[in-house]
């Protein structure tokens, strides 16, 4: 079930593990900031998410049973989509309070987490590993068109309604201000997510015109490396007091 240990697998193990760790200390920091305050509890629930995430990811990388990582991979990628939803949820909030969490928008939830369970049941995972792994790689997974839908569309359409709501509260806050150079720096760090997780997906669809497994593997690494500054860079807004029109953190 498990096979021995490559170069590249302990690289990805290690930078996931670190990933996790600072997943749940950015979760927990955020949250003991003030606890009672729901755009705070909602990206904690977004940490946490992300976290068990990177934690799957660790997991299945270890595996050469097939069926396996191809279960393990639908799981990290159905909770990476709930922790852009509780991302979302924290800009709605935060730029419109908590009449937001009654209003009609919350369709957007409900359609997004219905589009994410469709990751599970999908076809269209194939994963080359153990003795069908594909020269330069030990693990490599590859999706067609109608899981990649599936998979990002939630996803990036959940992040572009994140930074609508970011981008409210930006304009209402005065310019230099510790709480405008807060906000933009967690509107970059949104952003930052969504580019860098396309980097991470992309490869999935590319192996039939990429044929150099190891340079697909070089633009994911970019690509959970971009995912880890996004995740501090919202972290550190976190970290400091927005006063918007309607809410502050």
Not at 81 to 110: D, H, N, P, Q, T
Not at 117 to 131: A, D, N, Y
Not at 170 to 189: F, H, M, Q, V, Y
Not at 216 to 224: D, E, Y
Request: glycine residues 6%; aromatic residues 12%.
């Amino acid at each position: 079930m498990i096979s021995a240990i490559s170069v590249r697998q302990i690289t990805t193990i290690i930078g996931l593990g670190i990933a996790a760790i600072i997943g749940v200390i950015c979760a927990i920091v955020i949250f003991k900031r003030d606890p009672h305050y729901n755009a705070n509890r909602f990206t904690s629930l977004a940490y946490l998410n992300l976290t068990i995430a990177f934690f799957i990811n660790v997991i299945y990388v270890l595996i050469n049973i097939e069926e396996v990582v191809a279960f393990l991979h639908r799981i990290a990628n159905l909770f990476g989509i709930i922790a852009i939803i509780f991302l979302f949820l924290s800009a709605m909030y935060l730029s419109e309070g908590e009449k937001s969490l009654r209003s009609s928008r919350m369709m957007i939830i409900v359609v997004n987490v219905l589009l994410g369970l469709g990751i599970l049941f999908s076809p269209g995972v194939k994963v080359f590993t153990g003795e069908t792994a594909l020269p330069g790689s030990e693990q490599y997974i590859e999706w067609d068109v109608l899981f990649f839908l599936f998979a990002t569309i939630p996803m990036y359409f959940t992040l572009s309604a994140t930074c609508y709501y970011y981008l409210k509260v930006w304009r209402e806050i005065p310019s230099n201000t510790p709480a405008k150079n807060a906000c933009s720096l967690i509107i970059i760090g949104t952003i930052l997510l969504g580019f860098s997780h396309f980097l991470i997906v992309i490869p999935h669809m590319l192996r039939t015109l990429i044929t150099e497994i190891s340079t697909l593997v070089l633009i994911a690494n970019f690509g959970s490396i971009g995912v880890l500054v996004g995740i501090l860079l919202v972290f550190w807004g976190y970290r400091t007091t927005i006063s918007g029109k309607n809410s502050s953190i």
